[in-house]
């Protein structure tokens, strides 16, 4: 029978080995024993690299020993068709007891293998649950800063809107205090010219009527005075009624819905010039009416006369005949 060389093995010596010895003569515990001895003859130090890859090796040629013998029983099977119960017998309880040894032997780097893989896997999940919280905590700053950022926004916009709100009604209170000096201005500036040019008319009308009656010029020169007087007071009264109306509605519609202040303002500034222009309107007739007046009277119609007509003709109820204001 033709033994293989097992080349390299620490465990077993292939010169050294009678394979019918080992598997008819009872002489397999031995070998077995021998590789067990040779195979756990160093301590095992799961620390260092060197001694983990020595353990890897000594499991390694524990099955190498398994193959070799195994392979003895096999040629011996050949060989020897009768024996065949007891060399698979034989193979089988090598196999078993070399896989339990090779186990044996392997198991302190089995079982470090398994912790450290055990290990590795709480890393990764601690890492991830790290990386998590640390995901949360940064989403949540986030969000703080991002209603922090809004609160602040809108409190500048209210801060705006206020300080828009407060320049706009300080610019229309000014520009209604200009509109009304203005006003008061051009009305007092048109009632100085008007006064001039009345004066300078009654002036030139008293001179050309000085030839005529003196009398009558200084009668004319007291009514014109008195006509001054009246006219003045009751524009300075209407001006001042108005003035208080408008005080009046202006305080009324301020406690009013604020965002009508502008409408309000303008209507309240028509009606101003409406009553203006009425009462110059009514300054002007008067004027008229008086010239008429006083042409009449000039021609020799008496004053209650005069009056009375030019009161039909104002009124309409004399046909053909108006009086052009």
Not at 134 to 154: G, I, M, N, P
Not at 258 to 263: A, D, S, T, Y
């Amino acid at each position: 029978m033709t033994v293989e060389t097992f080349e390299g093995t620490e465990l077993i010596v292939a010169e050294q080995i009678n394979a019918v010895e080992i598997f008819t003569g009872g002489k397999v515990d031995p070998i077995l024993e021998d590789i067990t001895r040779k195979a756990k003859s160093f301590t095992p130090d799961l620390s260092t690299a060197t001694s983990r890859k020595q353990i890897a090796s000594m499991a390694y040629e524990v099955a190498r020993s398994k193959t070799f013998l195994d392979k003895l029983g096999k040629e011996l099977v050949a060989d020897w068709k009768e024996k065949v119960k007891t060399v698979d017998e034989t193979r089988k309880h090598i196999r078993d007891y070399l896989d339990n040894l090779k186990d044996e032997v392997r198991k302190p780097l089995t079982e470090w293998e398994e912790e450290q893989k055990r290990i590795e896997e709480e890393k990764i999940r601690a890492r991830e649950e790290a990386e998590r919280q640390e995901r949360e905590r940064k989403e949540a700053e986030l969000r703080a800063r991002e209603e922090e950022l809004a609160k602040k926004e809108a409190e500048l916009k209210r801060l705006e809107e206020e300080r828009r709100q407060k320049e706009e009604a300080e610019r229309l209170a000014k520009e209604q205090a200009e509109r009304e000096a203005r006003l008061q201005k051009e009305a007092e500036e048109r009632a100085r010219k008007e006064t001039e040019e009345k004066a300078e008319r009654e002036k030139e009308e008293i001179r050309r009527r000085e030839y005529e009656a003196k009398m009558a010029a200084e009668k004319a020169e007291k009514e014109r005075q008195e006509a001054i007087e009246r006219a003045e007071r009751e524009k300075q009264e209407a001006i001042e009624a108005e003035r208080r109306r408008a005080a009046e509605e202006a305080e009324r519609k301020e406690k009013e819905r604020k965002q009508r202040e502008l409408e309000e303002q303008e209507r309240r500034e028509a009606e101003r010039l409406a009553a203006e222009r009425k009462a110059a309107d009514h300054q002007h007739r008067a004027e008229i009416n008086r010239q008429a007046l006083e042409d009449l009277k000039r021609n020799g119609i008496p004053e209650d006369m005069a009056k009375y007509v030019i009161k039909m003709i104002a009124k309409g109820v004399i046909s053909n005949v108006t009086i052009n204001y």
